[in-house]
Each structure stands twice: as C-alpha cells, then as structure tokens.
C-alpha cells in the first residue's frame, strides 16, 4: 500500500506571497491532518479534514486555510506569507478519526525570505 | 485547550541502558496517546500507542504505561541499541468519533553512545 505522499517536498517563497501545499493520503483512509513542525515550535496541529469537512482547527491565523476533495486529498494555503512561516509543513491521514493510527507523509519544507 | 509536556528534552544513555521519557497532559478528556519516533530529516513514525482504558502496552523492547489519575504517560526503551537514537514525540488526542486533534509534546532528542 502506497504510503502518504505530499508535494513539493521544498519550497522557496518571499515574503507575501502564497503557496499551495498538497497531500495524497493512503488510499481508503479518509481522515487527513496538517502539522506545522519548527525547531522551536515543535510539532503543531494545524487543522484536519474528514469527507470534505474541516472537523478541527488549530490556533493559526486565518492565512493558513485548507481544503479536502471527494478522493479525500487535501491542500493547505498559506497566504501573505510571513518569515516565520519557514517550517516543515505535515501531512497525516488515518481512516477515520485520529485515535486510528496515524501516518505520516514526508513534509514539504517551506522557506520564506 | 490540551497541553502537554515532556521531559526530558534531551537524553543520552549507553548502548545497553534503558531510557525512560515522561509526559503530562492537562485534558482529562484525553483518551489515545500515540509516541513518534522521528529520525533526521524523515518523517515521524508511530512506534506505539495507548487508549485509556488500558494501564501498560509493551512491544518487544518498548513499553507505554498511563496513569489517568495522574494525567501522565511514559516510553520506555529497554536495551538501547544506536538505532534508537532520534526525537520521540509524545501525543495526546481526545477521540469523541467526530472530532480529532493530536496535541503533541516538544520532543526528546534521544542519544544513545557506544
């Protein structure tokens, strides 16, 4: 079985610009989670999405938005980009809910200059 | 909202030695506790997991134990061998069926020395 896959794996911005980030989840998994991860920050939930939904969000400006598609893949935007949105930007998809195993993809490393 | 902690931040044992790494959790509501391992410039991985209603889980050389009263989970790694060495995050989720987020710990950077 094909595991998580997210693209780009890096990305180069500038400040105030916008970028689109995607993750294809494992197939039939349909619960699809995003994770800021900074070395000082750690690892923080941004929002997750279950059949199109946005079930729970994190404590992130409105610049950071999603969005999940029938087939259940999803992407998140970030917009008015900042320096400090210079993070590994994860993915991570389970079945159903988040007390299923999650899977993690391998990130999309954003940075902002 | 949930908030957890771990300790320690950094750990380094011999080759050999266990390693035990300790979180607390604020949401009593709280009710699966996964532990990642994450590996330089990989992608973190699920090494074990607990639910609330089981005290201790053990898996080969890898234990989780909760205590609810307490609201505190610990990993522990018996025999620890170089490949051990990497970043272990703690989680905690409360899983009500519709709604989902994993709060996760800081991390602990384990080092384990010939």
């Known amino acids: 079985k094909a595991g998580v896959t997210q693209t780009p794996r890096y990305l180069i911005k500038t400040r105030g610009q916008q970028v689109t980030l995607s993750c294809s989840p494992i197939s039939g998994h349909r619960s699809v989670s995003w994770y800021q991860q900074t070395p000082g920050q750690g690892l923080q939930f941004l929002f997750e999405y279950f059949s199109e939904t946005q079930r729970n969000k994190g404590n992130f400006p409105g610049r950071f938005s999603g969005r999940q598609f029938s087939n259940s893949r999803s992407e998140m935007n970030v917009s008015t980009l900042e320096l400090g949105d210079s993070a590994l930007y994860l993915c991570?998809?389970?079945?159903?809910?988040?007390?299923?195993?999650?899977?993690f993809g391998p990130g999309t490393r954003l940075l902002v200059l | 909202g949930e908030n957890v902690e771990q300790h320690p931040s950094t750990l380094s044992v011999q080759e050999g030695d266990s390693a035990v790494i300790k979180c607390t959790y604020s949401?009593?509501?709280?009710?699966?506790f996964p532990w990642y391992k994450q590996e330089l410039g990989k992608r973190p991985q699920l090494i074990i997991d607990?639910?609330?209603?089981?005290g201790e889980k053990k898996d080969q050389r890898i234990a989780v134990t909760l205590n609810k009263t307490a609201k505190h989970f610990s990993l522990h790694i018996t025999e620890t061998q170089p490949e051990d060495s990497a970043v272990y995050f703690c989680a905690a989720s409360t899983d009500t069926g519709t709604a989902s987020k994993l709060t996760f710990g800081t991390g602990t950077r384990l080092q384990v020395t010939l």
């Open positions: 607990i639910r609330s209603n089981v």
């Open positions: 949401d009593s509501a709280s009710n699966y």
């Open positions: 991570a998809s389970s079945f159903r809910v988040v007390g299923e195993t999650q899977y």
